[in-house]
């Protein structure tokens, strides 16, 4: 399967990426496969889970905040079960940012791959979900 590479914006301390820039984007990772969400985490149950498999970008940030901090989640159904996979960074669960999803995840990361003061955050959701 050939995968298409992505070459985003550069990212500084002074432009992170904004929800414009990482829905442009996600619909070229995974070659527009999976029906793709740039969402802030008060949205997340807004998405309709009927046609899988599904990545969302979320905000952990609700959608009346500036926004902080980007994570994914990969959403898809076997045999009628439907499971996730959820990645961030920052290595914090879900609870830590007050978001609890009806439906049950895995946590993908372990060991942080982004310290706090770097806005690199945009471009690890999008790694993450090519990789998937």
Not at 3 to 30: D, F, Y
Not at 63 to 85: A, D, E, F, P, Q
Request: glycine share 4%.
């Amino acid at each position: 399967m050939t995968r298409n590479l992505i070459h985003p914006p550069t990212v500084t301390r002074e432009h992170t990426m904004n929800t414009s820039e990482l829905a442009a984007l996600l619909p070229l990772v995974n070659n527009s496969k999976y029906h793709s969400y740039v969402v802030p985490s008060n949205y997340i149950s807004r998405i309709p889970l009927t046609k899988f498999p599904i990545q969302i970008i979320f905000n952990v940030d609700r959608s009346n905040m500036i926004g902080s901090h980007w994570c994914s989640l990969y959403v898809n159904k076997v045999k009628g079960l439907i499971t996730s996979i959820y990645f961030d960074s920052a290595c914090n669960s879900l609870k830590s940012y007050g978001i609890k999803l009806n439906f049950p995840h895995t946590t993908f990361a372990k060991y942080p791959v982004q310290k706090n003061s770097t806005a690199t955050c945009g471009l690890f959701t999008l790694y993450i979900l090519n990789q998937l």
